[in-house]
């Protein structure tokens, strides 16, 4: 104010908070986002129902997929969000971890601003506690053989267990998962690469999630075109087109004159001649099943069943991508230029009915680079579960493949952490040596979440935890099926390093991000809807007077 008159920066209806008030409602926002997920932690955590505006029903226990679907408004719970969706992106579990331990952080700096001490300091505590955490976890990593399928399998059903929709079904599910991932993997100078996207997950309603399958090859949600093809191909020579089998219409409009029934049979002659030409060079190719992604004539249909050769039109690019990974052949864009060498092997083609649809099978392909899991389940809601839970699971299992290290699960490593954290913060002097001990105890938040989600007593355990990792047991952790401390790695209870220093990276950003803001300034809400509702009333006004 100016000599008594107010200068306005910011437009009418902004609000503005600022200091010690803003840091509040931001921390309060992520720490009520992350008590939301809290239980939905571990083996023993309960699900979320959540439905949407349209009346979209989605059951799971999937952090990242429960933070997506919830319609969040504050812009601190945002960003949270955001780090459940960088976890889920980049190692593709451990999100709920990733929440929990954002929230805690965020936690725990609230207590140090009560007592005074600036954002700025916290979060240079925050920083050394993270790198000193982060090389704490490379050194109580375990090497594995990357191809390791036992160790492989234990990591996947750590990560199967956390979802009740395939209770009792791990095992299973987690040697599928294992099988996928070791035929796809390639060895890149001595380093192994798994491309995820050269394992399709394909669902279908009906049976139990016992009869999932994996089929070394492709599954098509496709039917065979015409009747009179065959249903079994077996030891198939593919040719997979990216061009319709049908004539092509002109670019621009054409207009042709026939003044005589003989012009016009010669005309439709002359194109049955054409699609018959396509379909012979195809089978001179030697091809007995052929997918093309766009249409196929009716004609060029029956000339195909004549010839006793297969066929599937209108499939997806993506599809016909894998099937020519799977099968070793190469996507031909014109059928003039299709040759023997273009052709893809499989055993067997096959049309099944699954459920009430018919899919065709393409499986027994020698070395396939691409595979498909075909989920099944009880409901609509079961299978989208199921599939979630197994697109985690194949995500671990990739980790380890490219990034071979373990640490034990059971909440073993962010009490071993937050231990070795404590005497590291003893050798600082200021008070920096305060916010590296808080990091410490929000760790301990993990194992004292997972107590808490199984029934058990959450101080007990966290004490007989602190006190087997005194006497030197790194990989003590909580087995919440027998609500005993053991150890981890003899239990067969795993998890991948990198998914453990992503959720520590990405729950530690967020929290420094959030603490570094100290003003909120929001603009105002459009007027539209103040301008409707005056809208009428205006005109009324008008034609009383």
């Known amino acids: 104010m100016a000599q008594g008159i107010p200068v306005l920066v910011l437009k009418e209806g902004t609000t503005r908070t600022t200091g010690r008030e803003a840091q509040r409602a931001n921390i309060m926002a992520a720490i009520t986002l992350a008590e939301t997920i809290k239980s939905s932690l571990g083996p023993r955590g309960m699900d979320k129902m959540l439905v949407s505006s349209f009346g979209d029903v989605t059951i799971t226990n999937d952090g990242a997929t429960i933070v997506k679907e919830m319609d969040v408004q504050h812009p601190a719970a945002k960003m ?17 971890t990733a929440i929990i331990l954002a929230g805690a952080l965020l936690k725990k700096a609230d207590e140090l601003l009560e007592q005074e001490i600036h954002p700025t300091i916290i979060v240079e505590g925050y920083k050394k506690a993270m790198e000193k955490a982060l090389s704490i976890i490379d050194e109580i990593a375990i090497k594995i053989d990357p191809m390791d399928k036992q160790k492989l399998k234990e990591v996947a059903i750590t990560a199967l267990s956390g979802k009740s929709i395939v209770a009792g079904h791990y095992e299973k599910l987690a040697e599928l998962v ?11 100078n001595g380093k192994f690469k798994v491309d995820l996207d050269n394992i399709k997950l394909e669902k279908k309603k009906g049976e139990s999630i016992d009869e999932t399958q994996l089929i070394h090859g492709v599954v098509l949600d496709k039917e065979i075109v015409h009747p009179g093809m065959p249903k079994r ?25 026939i003044t005589s029934p003989e012009q016009m049979k010669k005309f439709l002659d002359e194109e049955a001649s054409m699609l018959k030409a396509m379909v012979d060079k195809i089978a001179e190719s ?25 066929a599937v039109r209108r499939a997806k690019r993506s599809d016909i991508e894998l099937l020519a990974k799977a099968c070793n052949a190469r996507i031909v864009t014109n059928v003039e230029d299709l040759t023997p060498a273009d052709l893809g092997y499989a055993k067997l083609v096959e049309e099944r009915r699954v459920g009430k649809d018919k899919m065709v099978f393409i499986e027994g392909c020698k070395n396939p680079k691409a595979v498909t899991i075909l989920i099944r389940g009880g409901s609509d809601r079961f299978v989208d579960e199921a599939e979630r839970s197994l697109h985690d699971a194949k995500c671990v299992v ?19 952490v937050a231990m070795r954290l404590k005497e590291y913060a003893r050798g600082f002097s200021g008070r920096e040596q305060l916010a590296i001990m808080r990091f410490a105890e929000a760790l301990e938040e993990i194992p004292l979440t997972l107590a808490e989600n199984s029934g058990l007593d959450p101080v007990d355990i966290i004490v007989e935890l602190r006190s087997a990792h005194t006497r030197g047991e790194k990989n003590a952790g909580i087995n919440v099926f027998t609500g005993k401390v053991t150890d981890m790695l003899k239990e067969g209870i795993v998890e991948p390093a990198i998914v453990k220093k992503q959720a520590i990276k990405s729950a530690t950003e967020a929290a420094i991000a959030l603490l570094k803001i100290d003003d909120i300034i929001a603009a105002a809400a459009p007027k539209k809807e103040k301008e409707e509702k005056k809208g ?10």
Request: aromatic share 2%; hydrophobic share 45%; net charge negative.
């Open 398 to 416: 990739r980790n380890v493949i490219q990034d071979p290290w373990l640490v034990a699960g059971g909440g073993a490593p962010e009490v071993e």
């Open 178 to 188: 294992v099988d996928a991932a070791i035929a796809v993997a390639e060895n890149i």
């Open 286 to 310: 030697g091809a007995n099943f052929v997918v093309v992604q766009k249409g196929i004539d009716d004609i060029a249909q029956h000339y195909l069943a004549k010839r006793g050769i297969a």
């Open 233 to 257: 191909i077996e030891d198939a020579k593919i040719a997979i087109l990216d061009c319709p089998l049908e004539i092509e219409k002109t670019e621009i409009t054409a207009k042709i004159n």
């Open 80 to 96: 949270m969000v955001e780090v459940a969706k960088a976890q889920d992106s980049e190692v593709g579990d451990g999100t709920t």
């Open 536 to 545: 009428p009333e205006s005109e009324g006004l008008g034609m009383a007077e």
